[in-house]
């Protein structure tokens, strides 16, 4: 059984940093396309970041273009999403996915999820 495990969530201020982690457990995802989502408290959860399966390919929600990088280590079976210029607005329990096959970025086409870590900004 997959299971992705979140960490690296926390409380920032505005302008700081985080780095989220996705560790997979109970297979090797080196072959599953990866991403990142959030769900704000009263809002839908949202596509932030995706990831090929070869690392090459990456996409971005306008909203993060810029300030966060996805990236992943095959060999750690992990998965990162690095976070600057952090604004409040960012504020949301974020997601890490895996899918078998290419990029995408529905979330209703992924086929494992993480628990959820939380980022919390402060003004």
């Known amino acids: 059984q997959v299971q992705l495990v979140e960490s690296g969530g926390g409380l920032v201020q505005t302008g700081g940093s985080l780095r989220l982690s996705c560790a997979a457990s109970g297979r090797t995802l080196s072959s599953h396309a990866m991403g990142w989502f959030r769900q704000a408290p009263g809002k839908e959860r949202e596509f932030v970041s995706a990831?090929?399966?070869?690392?090459?390919?990456?996409n971005y929600a306008e909203s993060v273009k810029g300030r966060f990088t996805i990236s992943r280590d095959n060999a750690k079976n992990t998965w990162y999403l690095q976070m600057n210029s952090l604004k409040p607005d960012d504020t949301a329990v974020y997601y890490c996915a895996a899918r078998a096959g290419g990029l995408t970025l529905r979330e209703q086409e992924y086929d494992y999820w993480g628990q959820g870590t939380q980022v919390t900004v402060s003004a």
């Open positions: 990831i090929s399966r070869d690392g090459y390919t990456t």
